[in-house]
């Protein structure tokens, strides 16, 4: 694990007062791109064919900034002001965390020592008013933009982008594995038959911020991604694979041209001159799980409130391929809900909940920010047993959510929807199955070195007689397995059966009738000693 935190000044005295790139208004850049100077001039892309529209509403301008510098054509995308911090950690060794009720028990001790349980007293009516009526003078106009005497252009980042307002950080996980406990209401169905976990496992986990904070402007510019991401159930015995997003067996994995369609930045690794392991060197990989990026702006103040308020997500998926059903959905409810009753105990977990008869108090109106959002998703899978299974084709989705309310828009080609057919066509398989399908002589060596048969027995419903003999009851444990296997392995049992009995006849149609009658004689004679 290596983690490394430094101020850049250190750097920047390293070069020549000749090769440090300081522009018209003082402010010094260094070679590495970002999207300061395009998000603080609030101007269109060049070459955009919607430039029509306002900046804000505009994805084809978004989706210039989060592509790869090298399509960036502007100069001051490939340079970014000096940060005044710069943090970087990087994690190359498996991370294992465990969830279960003894840790939050503890976890939930821990909060009841810092966390005060006096309710603070209620404010007054006319000091709700006024604030509602303050919120409602800043809902008038959201995206009101407030004149600044700040000038500079195209060559020049702005004056207030000093260092100390300047953070870079990323993170680098090469695998991360989280196990949950099926908590259920009642500590004592925890474990024994019925203990159960969730597991999910990431791989290749990338996170980079680069942060402006200061009176004109606030930006966060996040990118997160995951190589592969894997949630497995396990009950008992029994592995159930709940998501699967990255590597899916079965689909098509779409690539162009052997080059990856994301970009996974590592600004903050490369100030620092911190070396990554090749794990997460993802552009000659073209599956991934999960890329995401976040760009949030807020403008400069207007007294103590801030009005110009827009964001933009971009949201990729690789192929995935979900499995869930109704038990699972509880497990997860009732987890959720022992959670909350053991961190915040029944008094403050009731106190959540909406009580009926009283009328809850008028909510805040606050200046709503205009968001963007896209979604890409390679395809894949998705039921819920028994009764919906939907194909999902390689697909584009574009919402956007304002003071005008939400819209969606998409167009899907080749979507598949089945209903009420799932039960039929994909049992759910039992717990004897991995059994059932290894041959008849090794289940039964497995089979004779077991101490004890009557639970199989029980769950087979075979009555046996007192007094029975290990073996026969081993050999009908074995037979009542064979009929649990699936229908295509005893397919392939019947036909290689029906072969080997053509290929015997075969042979015994070449021999010539002394063969033939020394053969029936030897059978015969073998039959009499069998029956003596």
Not at 27 to 33: A, N
Not at 251 to 278: F, R
Not at 353 to 373: F, Q, T
């Given at each position: ?192 038959l019925r203990f159960g976990f969730w597991e999910l ?158 009328i809850a108090p008028p909510k805040k109106l606050k ?26 084709p390689a697909s584009r989705y574009q919402a956007k ?132």
């Amino acid at each position: 694990m290596l983690i490394e935190q430094r101020t850049t000044i250190a750097a920047s005295d390293k070069l020549a007062a000749s090769e440090r790139n300081v522009d018209s208004n003082g402010i010094e850049s260094i070679p590495f791109s970002s999207n300061f100077h395009w998000i603080a001039r609030k101007c269109h892309r060049s070459g955009c064919p919607t430039s029509h529209a306002p900046l804000e509403e505009c994805a084809w301008c978004w989706n210039a900034c989060i592509e790869k510098p090298t399509s960036s054509t502007a100069t001051n995308d490939t340079v970014m002001p000096l940060p005044g911090s710069v943090f970087s950690l990087s994690i190359t060794d498996p991370i294992e965390i465990s969830v279960d009720r003894n840790h939050l028990e503890a976890v939930g001790y821990l909060l009841s020592m810092f966390i005060s349980t006096s309710k603070k007293p209620n404010q007054s009516k006319d000091a709700n008013t006024q604030t509602i009526q303050n919120n409602a003078s800043e809902e008038e106009d959201p995206h009101h933009t407030t004149s600044s005497d700040e000038s500079f252009d195209s060559d020049s980042f702005p004056s207030y982008m000093q260092p100390d307002a300047i953070y870079i950080s990323d993170i680098h996980i090469l695998k991360l594995t989280i196990r949950i406990h099926a908590l259920r209401p009642r500590p004592e169905g925890d474990f024994g038959l019925r203990f159960g976990f969730w597991e999910l496992n990431a791989t290749s986990i990338c996170c980079e911020d680069q942060h402006v904070d200061s009176d004109e402007l606030q930006l966060h510019d996040a990118t997160f991604h995951i190589g592969s991401l894997q949630c497995l159930e396990y009950k008992g015995t029994c592995e159930h694979s709940i998501v699967t997003v990255g590597h899916v067996t079965g689909l098509p994995a779409k690539s162009s041209s052997g080059q990856n369609d994301v970009y996974v930045p590592s600004t903050a690794s490369q100030i620092l001159e911190i070396p990554l392991s090749s794990a997460f060197d993802v552009g000659t990989d073209p599956s991934y799980a999960l890329h995401a990026r976040l760009i949030y702006r807020v403008g400069p103040k207007d007294g103590k409130q801030r009005k110009e308020q827009n964001g933009f997500v971009s949201l990729k998926t690789g192929t995935f391929d979900v499995d869930m059903d109704h038990s699972l959905i509880g497990g997860i409810t009732s987890a959720v809900n022992e959670t909350k009753l053991i961190l915040l105990g029944e008094k403050d977990a009731a106190a959540t909940k909406p009580k009926k008869g009283k009328i809850a108090p008028p909510k805040k109106l606050k200046a709503k920010p205009l968001w963007l959002l896209q979604v890409a998703t390679k395809g894949g899978n998705l039921s819920y047993q028994p009764l919906v299974k939907v194909k999902l084709p390689a697909s584009r989705y574009q919402a956007k959510k304002g003071t005008d309310g939400f819209s969606l828009n998409t167009f899907l080609n080749g979507l598949g929807v089945e209903y009420g057919q799932s039960l039929l066509e994909t049992p759910t398989p039992t717990s004897l199955a991995p059994i059932s399908i290894l041959p008849e002589s090794i289940r039964l060596h497995i089979l004779l070195y077991l101490d004890d048969l009557t639970p199989i027995e029980k769950a087979l419903k075979i009555k046996r007689k007192k007094k029975t003999s290990a073996f026969l009851r081993s050999h009908a444990v074995n037979k009542k397995l064979s009929k649990l296997q699936p229908a295509f392995n005893r397919k392939i049992a019947v036909e290689e059966e029906t072969h080997r009995r053509n290929d015997l006849l075969s042979r015994l149609q070449s021999l010539d009738v002394e063969s033939l009658e020394a053969l029936l004689a030897i059978h015969d004679s073998f039959s009499k000693e069998t029956k003596g």
